[in-house]
């Protein structure tokens, strides 16, 4: 049975297409300014097997040939992400802080806690004895957590996105910085480096700020033993390693498509909901 | 699609628009004085006995900019207060023709300074609210209650009598029964009406002279026992924390497969909650009903707040409690760990949530309140 | 002889030469992105250029800004000195409008208010606090978002029919906001928004002009002057027009200059020794 | 929560008794300093004591008692109970480099709203660390702030604790909200039997409130001293009267130290020295004072020619004649509470207002400074009436910094010193500062 996930973030759109809960195929694109043609595009990317961003795929697919399935072949859909509501042809909505932790589980069985760290926000998931969210927190008011915060200050440095974790471990100096607003960082790091700190000191110094905060959010929610981290940042080595350091050295699992699991999970909700249905009828 | 009920229509349109509303337009019309007030700790019946048209100062159903406000207490300042202090600057609450304060808490006695400092109403007062809740308390609160009734005396030009207090009390113990039945209503597996409509029913009460309330309330009673109208939605949600005078937040939670049926608030079950006890000399009955005889708030220390929350959500079978904090409220911040633990341990499902007062839900709030009501469902 | 005056910000370099009659020989404003050393030295390259000048020219330099210090390692040989950007601002006001009471210096990433006395010095002076979002990196990050260039931000939002209240304050969160309004069927247009965001923008300017009590003669400056719609929603509030100088980010640097000419001028100044390395 | 929590690792270093450790070292730093008054070092002398008396408790078989601001502090004394009071607990771990954001992470974690008094955060921080003092009784007052009552009532939860709130009726100065606080000073003297097991020695109150006036006393005829120009009083005392009188009233350390500084201004009046060389800026701190950064002080001082010459918090209200009946304890200690440093915050802004205007024109000030500390809202709302009314007034104006009490590096230091350096040159350009000087 086919089900697809559709997540619309609000820098990319992931559509996922599970074939009895395995993987078939997937696809990302850039989010655009139309949102219903984006939801086209991103399902046509899932299709023909094209990942816009962030390179190559990173888990294994099948091999068989998926450039012929259509929307009308896929039992149930189900949209996710702040788009979510704008999906035409998904048969429902789940929010994404139950389809991250649904898609979590499906990458890595038996999690019990999660922390994604998104563009937009930041959040920290429980998940109860039958794998269904049981507490949850994400970021407040100021957004001192969130991907996007990384972003606007290596921008601001001018180190490219994917540079900054392993260049963050080359620090050998504490740089305190401050996380309480993003453009007020931003200037800061800029000001701490044009007078003459070093670009991974104060990346190290950012990720020491953050790590602090959002630590915090898993110990409110509660954290377990198998820890994941999903979301873009989980690609950054220097947060990642500073995330396991706070946390009294526990390791967190990386799963190798962390992004996807919103849309994973949105699918697998998607197989719950055809085989009720199949079982109804 | 529930069809509106024409008397709360009546009702809004009567303290529309706000705050300046019809009905304190023909008050004032008539040659009648507006007194405003903050928060429980300042009793209405004492200034109502003098002849005056207590106003309930609050914000309303939208965002406020706050940023002039800021210019004068800063932004580390509760939006709840900083919101009144915004709409004072804003000329908004300039049909006061006085204001009766309180030390209740940190913001509002700032906001009195700074009345008193930049905008000064033509009678202005400072009420000492004592933050325990006993005896001693309710003895020093009486002799602050007399000074004050004392002043409104002098304002009026004429002693405010006893029999007036008794009158008064006994409208103002109307309505706490009228409240009362309404909220009996909600207690229904379908409750008739949704915590959007009763935020509209409750800030009313504050904002028009409490004898056509009465009636209306009255009025809007059996509109809604005839209706036979029935929420129909799957989760029975509670809002636990600062005052929300925001009827949009509340319907943008139920959008959602939810409906509130109950809550923690002054415009809420804490207003109505106890009676004054009418036997009783009347200023010594004000004394002990807002001290002893209501659900004592985040400020009164041992007070029973955690109680009546509990109480509460057993009462309206709420499946899940959301625990909102307005930004810089030290007392409500300060109880939201304790509130979760105990809530926790008595099988309590909760949300905490960290808002700007009269925020409207962005995509944030609609996000966390969705996945809560996922997650009850689940 | 001439003299310069330079502003070091954490994001452009402003540096401005006077000739001896303190008419502006060369204005720039630079956002090169590397460390100050090196900003400063471009920088006055480029407006030496500008002003048809060679280092030896200049007679006296006045620094300002974040980075001060360090153009005054570069240029330490020479008859320098620094002054805050605030009075530097207020006196760069005074030179365009003599008549201006108040300056409201909106920048790239911060805000300051200040009352002038008559002879242009601050007599008073507030900043935006630590979590406000009225700068003009705010202003850069949203319009980025929206793909709307910043120059373009202020025209696009007159166009709006039905401005859209943006609630948060927060930078990123607005954007997220912004996004559920984009996302939305059908989706908030793009002016709509625009002039939310100004609109808010405005409330915090306003809000810090009223924290030193501002009431007419007002200079505004910075760049979030050129926003033409975010200059008339503050106006409305204020209740009176505002003066924007032709370029509204130089203010600092001009009044640096204006300084370095009355340290030139005083009878104990020091003439000045050609560098061996360095600006101006 | 347990009470008894394990300290890990991480927080071993920052226990009470090594605390006490560190605060001893700095003493013995303080002590090889050139230049610095004596008085400097005394006062982190008594610092030291105070640490220690607090982490030897258990051990001696003491009561060590929480409590909040404004407490009478000759009540514990007199019982030989511990104080240990909150804030000062945290200015001190601050002061000696303490995690402080470590700990604000643990708050947060436990979920108490970040934004909240930096001095409730910390201890709360400090009791999930394990590295909090263990308390026998928490005592404290409502109605100074809204985070006093709400951080004592959070460490009497987490530890288990008896407690004894007071509340404190605004504006006291009536006959009746006198009587009803006299009678909660009673009942808290009760509440100090109760768990000592000890019936208060009323003589022994006595000698101990005879001291605290005394200490009063001192604290103006300082004040008189510091007010003078130039201003004698250097960074390294600046804070004395106010750690004195706040933590040691009814102690002889605080007479002892007081008269030692008093002899010390005294001298220094005499013999023409100031703080500064040369004195440019007077300054007062309107409200919070960066408490956790003396080294900011003395940046100021020895960079700027700024001296601290009025701490706000740091100075009895009025005429501070408390010292009604010498056989009433009990009343004189409910009467002093209205005079009390730091409890004109508590009173309506205009009475505030009114007498920060007539320190500053006597004692000469340039210039203020609102450290807005973010975690006080009391402060904040006050802040305007202040500025607005020293401006028109005195023509000074206010420096406004945005700031936590506690932690150094929520404005980092680099921001603070380029805001202040602005500031003082727009003061010293300011037509009332010229004036002030041509007449001096």
């Known amino acids: 049975m086919l089900t697809m996930g559709i997540d619309i973030g609000s820098r990319s759109t992931k559509c996922v297409i599970l074939d009895d809960g395995k993987m078939l195929t997937y696809g990302v694109i850039e989010t655009g300014a139309d949102s219903v043609k984006t939801t086209y595009a991103a399902v046509e990317a899932a299709v023909q097997r094209r990942i816009e961003l962030w390179g190559e795929y990173r888990l294994e697919l099948p091999d068989v040939k998926t450039d012929h399935l259509k929307i009308e072949d896929m039992a149930c859909i189900i949209a996710t992400g702040y788009g979510r509501a704008v999906v035409p042809f998904a048969h429902g909505t789940i929010t994404e802080i139950n389809c991250h932790a649904r898609g979590a589980q499906w990458m890595v069985p038996g999690v019990a806690s999660i922390l994604d760290m998104g563009g937009q926000d930041c959040k920290a998931m429980r998940l109860g004895p039958k794998g269904e969210v049981a507490n949850f927190v994400l970021n407040d008011k100021c957004a001192g957590g969130t991907g996007r915060f990384v972003e606007i200050i290596a921008d601001g440095l001018k180190v490219p996105l994917l540079e900054i974790g392993e260049l963050s471990k080359k620090s050998t100096k504490k740089v305190p910085m401050s996380t309480v607003c993003s453009v007020h960082a931003k200037r800061d790091a800029l000001a701490l480096m044009k007078h003459g700190e070093k670009k991974a000191d104060i990346l190290a110094g950012l990720h020491e700020a953050i790590a602090g905060r959002v630590v915090g959010m898993v110990k409110r929610v509660g954290l377990a033993d198998k820890f994941v981290i999903t979301g873009g940042i989980s690609k950054n080595v220097g947060m990642v390693a500073k995330i396991e350091e706070k946390l009294g050295g526990l390791k967190a699992h990386i799963p190798p498509e962390p992004q996807i699991a919103g849309a994973v999970g949105a699918a697998m909700f998607a197989l719950d909901r055809a085989r009720k249905k199949d079982k109804a009828a | ?378 | 002889m001439a003299v310069a005056g330079i502003d070091m910000g954490a994001l452009f370099t402003k540096v401005v030469i006077l000739d001896d009659e303190d008419k502006i020989l060369a204005a720039v404003a630079l956002d090169i992105g590397e460390d100050f050393r090196t900003e400063a030295r471009q920088a006055s390259d480029e407006a030496l250029k500008q002003a048809g000048l060679t280092r030896a020219d200049i007679q006296y330099v006045i620094a300002t800004g974040t980075g001060n210090k360090e153009v005054r390692e570069v240029i330490k040989e020479r008859k320098i000195a620094e002054r805050s950007i605030a009075t530097c601002t207020a006196r760069g006001a005074h030179y365009f409008f003599p008549q201006a009471r108040a300056v409201l210096d909106a920048g790239a990433d911060s805000v300051t208010a200040m009352r002038l006395a008559a002879d242009g010095s601050p007599e008073t002076s507030a900043g935006h606090s630590k979590c406000a979002s009225f700068t003009g990196l705010f202003l850069d990050y949203l319009g980025g978002m929206m793909r709307v260039p910043v120059k373009d931000m202020g025209a696009e939002a007159e166009k709006a029919t039905n401005p859209q209240a943006v609630a948060s304050r927060c930078a990123v969160f607005a954007v997220a906001e912004i996004i559920s309004f984009v996302h939305r069927v059908p989706a908030v247009p793009i002016p709509d928004i625009l002039a939310g965001i100004h609109e808010a923008m405005a409330n915090g300017l306003h809000g810090v002009s009223q924290r030193v009590g501002m009431q007419s003669d007002i200079v505004m400056c910075g760049g979030v002057a050129r926003n033409a719609d975010v200059v008339r929603r503050l106006e409305a509030k204020l209740g009176t027009k505002v003066m924007i100088p032709e370029d509204p980010q130089i203010l600092g640097a001009l009044g640096a200059a204006l300084f370095a000419r009355q340290e030139a001028v005083r009878p104990d100044a020091v003439p000045s020794v050609p560098p061996r390395e360095g600006v101006a | 929560m347990s009470a008894t929590v394990s300290v890990t690792e991480q927080w071993a270093p920052w226990t009470p008794l090594e605390l006490a450790k560190k605060v001893k070292a700095g003493v013995e730093q303080y002590k090889k300093m050139p230049g610095l008054m004596k008085s400097g070092v005394t006062y982190l002398q008594m610092a030291a004591d105070y640490i220690e008396a607090i982490a030897i408790a258990d051990r001696d078989r003491k009561h060590l008692v929480w409590h909040g601001t404004q407490m009478n502090t000759e009540v514990y004394y007199s019982m030989d109970i511990v104080p240990v009071f909150n804030e000062m607990y945290s200015v001190l771990f601050s002061m000696m480099g303490g995690p402080v954001k470590g700990i604000f992470d643990l708050s947060a974690a436990n979920g108490l709203p970040t934004e909240l008094c930096a001095f409730n955060k910390s201890v709360d921080g400090m009791l999930l660390a394990g590295i909090a003092p263990r308390g026998t009784m928490a005592s404290w007052h409502g109605s100074s702030c809204d985070n006093t009552p709400k951080a004592l009532g959070n460490i009497a939860r987490v530890q288990g604790l008896p407690t004894y709130f007071m509340d404190r009726p605004y504006q006291m100065f009536t006959q009746h909200r006198l009587d009803y606080w006299r009678k909660q000073n009673e009942e808290f003297i009760a509440s100090c039997e109760k768990i000592t097991g000890k019936k208060m020695d009323y003589n022994r109150l006595k000698k101990a409130v005879a001291l605290s006036w005394e200490a009063t006393k001192l604290c103006q005829e300082i004040e008189q001293l510091v007010w003078k120009t130039p201003c004698p009083m250097g960074w390294e005392a600046a804070f004395g009267p106010l750690t004195a009188a706040r933590s040691f009233a009814g102690h002889p350390i605080a007479n002892e130290f007081l008269t030692g500084l008093r002899d010390e201004l005294k001298e220094r009046v005499e013999k023409g020295i100031g703080a500064a060389k040369p004195e440019r800026i007077r300054y007062v701190f309107t409200v919070s004072c960066p408490y956790f950064d003396m080294d900011l002080i003395r940046w100021m001082q020895e960079k700027c020619g700024a001296v601290l010459v009025v701490d706000n918090i740091g100075r009895f209200r009025g005429t501070a004649e408390w010292m009604l009946d010498p056989d009433d304890p009990v009343g004189n200690l409910a009467a002093k509470q209205q005079f009390n440093m730091g409890s004109h915050n508590y009173n309506p802004g205009v009475e505030h207002k009114e007498m920060m205007l007539e320190i500053c024109r006597n004692a000469k000030v340039d210039a203020a400074i609102m450290f807005n500390n973010v975690g006080c809202a009391e402060q904040a709302g006050l802040s305007r009436i202040l500025e607005d009314s020293l401006q028109k007034g005195l023509g000074i104006p206010t420096a406004s910094i945005d700031c936590d009490i506690l932690d150094k590096e929520f404005t980092p230091r680099e921001q603070i010193e380029e805001q202040l350096t602005r500031f003082f040159e727009m003061v010293e350009n300011g037509a009332a500062y010229k004036q002030r000087r041509a007449q001096q």
């Open chain 2, 1 to 378: 699609m529930n069809t509106p009920f024409k008397t709360l229509s009546e009702m809004i349109g009567l303290t529309s628009p706000f705050p300046e509303g019809e009905a304190v337009k023909a008050w004032k019309a008539a040659g009648k004085r507006v007194i405003g007030h903050l928060y429980l700790a300042v009793p209405e019946e004492l200034i109502h006995a003098g002849g005056f048209l207590p106003f309930r100062m609050s914000g309303d159903n939208e965002p406020l900019p706050m940023q002039l406000a800021e210019s004068y207490v800063l932004f580390n300042q509760c939006g709840v207060t900083k919101g009144v202090w915004q709409q004072i600057l804003e000329k908004k609450y300039d049909f006061l023709d006085g204001s009766v304060h309180s030390n209740v808490c940190d913001g509002v006695r700032r906001i009195y300074d700074n009345c008193v400092e930049f905008k000064p109403t033509p009678f202005m007062d400072v009420l000492n609210f004592p933050r325990k809740a006993n005896e001693d308390a309710v003895q020093v609160y009486l002799v602050d209650l007399e000074l004050l009734r004392d002043r409104l005396s002098t304002l009026r030009g004429q002693r405010i009598r006893d029999i007036e207090l008794k009158r008064s009390i006994e409208i103002y113990n109307h309505t706490r029964e009228l409240m009362k039945q309404f909220y009996e209503l909600r207690k229904r597996d379908r409750p008739p009406v949704t915590g959007t409509e009763t935020l509209e029913m409750m800030k009313a009460a504050g904002r028009m002279p409490r004898e056509t309330y009465n009636d209306l309330l009255e009025k809007l009673l059996k509109e809604i026992k005839s209706s036979g109208r029935e929420v129909k939605k799957g989760k029975r949600l509670m809002i636990v924390g600062n005052d929300i005078h925001n009827s949009n937040w509340m319907a943008a939670i139920e959008e959602l497969d939810a409906v509130v049926v109950t809550d923690e608030m002054n415009v809420g079950t804490r207003y109505f909650a106890g009676k004054v006890d009418a036997s009783l000399p009347p200023m010594e009955g004000l004394a002990r009903h807002y001290i002893l005889g209501r659900p004592q708030e985040a400020m009164t220390f041992g007070g029973n707040r955690f109680e009546h929350i509990l109480k509460t959500a057993k009462e309206y079978k709420v499946d899940g409690v959301i625990s909102e904090n307005v930004r810089y409220c030290a007392p409500v911040g300060n109880d939201k760990p304790w509130l979760r633990k105990e809530l926790e341990k008595h099988g309590v499902q909760l949300m905490e949530l960290d808002m700007e007062y009269g925020e409207k839900p962005s995509g944030q709030i609609q996000l966390r309140t969705e996945a809560f009501v996922e997650m009850l469902q689940s």
